[in-house]
C-alpha cells in the first residue's frame, strides 16, 4: 500500500513537471508601460497552456495598488466576465481569446490617477483522469499615465536619418543636374565651334575636300 501511495506520490510530481516544462503553443508578449491620459490602454497578460488538448478551468483576477496602497480586486472571469465595484467599474473592457490563452483587459479613458500597479492572476486546474494539478501565474504591470505622448528614441533617430538621407539624395540629384548641363553645353560648344569651322572653309577648298574615287 505504501509502494502505491509513493508511486501515486511519483506520478502526480511528474504530471505537474511534465505540465510546467512542455513548450508553451503562444507567446508571451509584455505589456506597455506608459499610456496617454484619455486614450484607450490594453493591458497585456498571457498566460500559455502548455498543452492545448488538456481541458482545464481558468480563473482569472485583476488587482491595482496605487504606490504604498493595497490591491483592490477590479475585475474577474470565472465562467464569465464580471466588473467589480471599484474606481473602475464602466471602464474595463475584456480582451481575453476564446482558448483562455490571452487574459488582457483595457481601460478606457485612461485618467493621471489611474497610474500604478496592476496585477494579473491566472489559476488554473487541468483536468487529467486521476490528477487535477494547478497552476498559478502572477503578472504585474506598473503602469504610468501621461498627459501627452513623448517621443520615442529610436523614431527620433529615424526622423533623423531620414532628413539626412533625403538631404543627400537631393545634393547627389543637383550634381549630377549640373554634370549632365556641362557635359551638354560643351557637347554644343564643340558641335557649334565644328560648324563654324567648316562654314570658315572657302568654297574651292571644300571641294578639294572631297575624296576622289578610284575608278
Not at 501515486?8 to 510530481?13: G, I, R
Not at 471599484?86 to 483595457?106: C, E, K, P, T, Y
Request: hydrophobic letters at 40%.
Amino acid at each position: 500500500m505504501a509502494a502505491l501511495t509513493k508511486v501515486a506520490s511519483a506520478s502526480s510530481l511528474l504530471v505537474v513537471l511534465w505540465v510546467g516544462v512542455c513548450s508553451a503553443v503562444c507567446v508571451e508578449v509584455p505589456s506597455e508601460k506608459e499610456a496617454v491620459q484619455g486614450s484607450r490602454m490594453k493591458l497585456m497578460c498571457i498566460s500559455c497552456m502548455k498543452r492545448e488538448e488538456v481541458s482545464a478551468n481558468t480563473v482569472v483576477k485583476w488587482y491595482y495598488k496605487t504606490e504604498g496602497g493595497q490591491d483592490i480586486p477590479i475585475y474577474e472571469y470565472r465562467n464569465e466576465k464580471r466588473e467589480l465595484e471599484s474606481r473602475f467599474r464602466g471602464r474595463l473592457q475584456w480582451n481575453g481569446s476564446a482558448d483562455m490563452q490571452d487574459v488582457s483587459i483595457s481601460v478606457l479613458n485612461i485618467s493621471l490617477n489611474d497610474s500604478g500597479t496592476y496585477t494579473c492572476n491566472v489559476t488554473r486546474e487541468f483536468n487529467f483522469e486521476s490528477h487535477r494539478p494547478v497552476f498559478t501565474r502572477t503578472t504585474l504591470i506598473h503602469l504610468t499615465v501621461v498627459e501627452d505622448a513623448g517621443e520615442d528614441v529610436t523614431s527620433i533617430v529615424s526622423e533623423i536619418m531620414m532628413y539626412i538621407l533625403l538631404v543627400f539624395l537631393t545634393l547627389w540629384l543637383l550634381i549630377e543636374m549640373v554634370y549632365c548641363y556641362r557635359k551638354v553645353a560643351k557637347a554644343e560648344e564643340a558641335a557649334q565651334e565644328s560648324a563654324t569651322d567648316y562654314l570658315a572653309i572657302p568654297s574651292e577648298n571644300k571641294e578639294n575636300c572631297a575624296v576622289p574615287v578610284e575608278e
